[in-house]
């Protein structure tokens, strides 16, 4: 079963079994949460995003239209994820340009996503990366803007 706290206000039904929503988040309509995730408050999760199982949103995520998280993901805290390549006032593109992250990835604190972008299976974002280009599978990328230092053995 379920546990969403009485503060959150979460409008899709799509949200998997043994999923726990905490304080102060909103998931609007059209999202879809798998199984057993753990989304932390002050979370915001579009309609459009798809939340794989067993995944971690720690408190001060926003996931936007068109980001796909995959199964076993682990997003830190106020990691930032963007969708529009060239954000304007009152202007939106055609379509929003999501982020993938595949599955077994983990994005460290702070770190941020620009559009497009893919973190491949396995990868590590560390806290306060500036994630420009897609992250091969298994690589823990670091700075500004991020850069391969190595890969992880499995």
Sequence with gaps: MS???PTADV???RIGKGTRIWQFVVILDGACIGRDCNICAQTLI???VVV???VTVKSGV????GTLIENDVFVGPNATFTNDPYP????YPDKFV????KKGASIGANATLL???CVGEGAMVAAGAVVTKDVPPRALVVGNPARIVRYIEE
């Design 115 to 117: 559009p497009g972008v």
């Design 98 to 101: 999501g982020i993938t992250v």
């Design 46 to 48: 579009e309609g459009g």
């Design 3 to 5: 546990f969403i706290h």
């Design 52 to 54: 794989g199982d067993n």
């Design 88 to 91: 304007r006032s009152k202007a």
């Design 11 to 13: 409008a899709s039904s």
């Design 62 to 65: 926003q996931l936007w239209e």
